[in-house]
T-cell receptor, first 113, second 117 residues
Framework: EAGVVQSPRYKIIEKKQPVAFWCNPI?????LYWYRQNLGQGPELLIR????????DSQLPKDRFSAERLKGVDSTLKIQPAELGDSAVYLC???????????FGPGTRLTVL | DQQVKQNSPSLSVQEGRISILNCDYT??????FLWYKKYPAEGPTFLIS?????DKNEDGRFTVFLNKSAKHLSLHIVPSQPGDSAVYFC????????????????FGKGTKLSVKP
């Protein structure tokens, strides 16, 4: 079984530039999560999707962050414009249903200069 | 305020000995607890979990103990192996919470375990 796929693995941009991350969850997993992990911290949930619906985006900074999950499969997380404080690892996870075990992708390490 | 706390940033253990990683939580709504292991440049991988109706769960060399009254859980690895060297995250969830956050994981900051040969 293929795991959660994320791309790119690494991204370096200058502040004020836009950036996008892509996630392909495990086949059949209805629930998709985006997390941000700052250095020395644990992952923090940004948004959770149930199929194509964003059911919990309370922690997503909506002034600059946006996400979508068209057709309830792949998902894209966007930051526009990026700030220095956005430097972090962005993790995508999926599960068969809400509350079930979450499987994580390798993450995208973002560096904002 | 952190709801899940791992107060030891690092732990060093000799191969073959026991590793004990600790975790404390503050939210009494949490009813499901998990441990994830993370190697560099990889995502966290699930290791073991425990429901609040139990006080112990064992899987091979890994055992998780839960003390609800103390809001404390610990992960025991016996015997420790060099391949166990990784960052271990404790996470908690409120599965019985039927609000919008049901099933969301709250992570601690992690403990870096080093197992020396």
């Amino acid at each position: 079984e293929a795991g959660v796929v994320q791309s790119p693995r690494y991204k370096i941009i200058e502040k004020k530039q836009p950036v996008a991350f892509w996630c392909n969850p495990i086949s059949g997993h209805n629930t998709l999560y985006w997390y941000r992990q700052n250095l020395g911290q644990g992952p923090e949930l940004l948004i959770r999707y149930e199929n194509e619906e964003a059911v919990d985006d309370s922690q997503l900074p909506k002034d600059r962050f946006s996400a979508e999950r068209l057709k309830g499969v792949d998902s894209t997380l966007k930051i526009q414009p990026a700030e220095l404080g956005d430097s972090a690892v962005y993790l995508c996870a999926s599960s068969g249903r809400r509350g079930a075990q979450q499987f994580f992708g390798p993450g995208t390490r973002l560096t904002v200069l | 305020d952190q709801q899940v706390k791992q107060n030891s940033p690092s732990l060093s253990v000799q191969e073959g000995r026991i590793s004990i990683l600790n975790c404390d939580y503050t939210n009494s709504m949490f009813d499901y607890f998990l441990w994830y292991k993370k190697y560099p440049a990889e995502g966290p991988t699930f290791l073991i979990s425990i429901s609040s109706i139990k006080d112990k769960n064992e899987d091979g060399r890994f055992t998780v103990f839960l003390n609800k009254s103390a809001k404390h859980l610990s992960l025991h690895i016996v015997p420790s192996q060099p391949g166990d060297s990784a960052v271990y995250f404790c996470a908690a969830s409120a599965l019985m919470n039927y609000g919008g956050s049901q099933g969301n994981l709250i992570f601690g900051k992690g403990t870096k375990l080093s197992v020396k040969p």
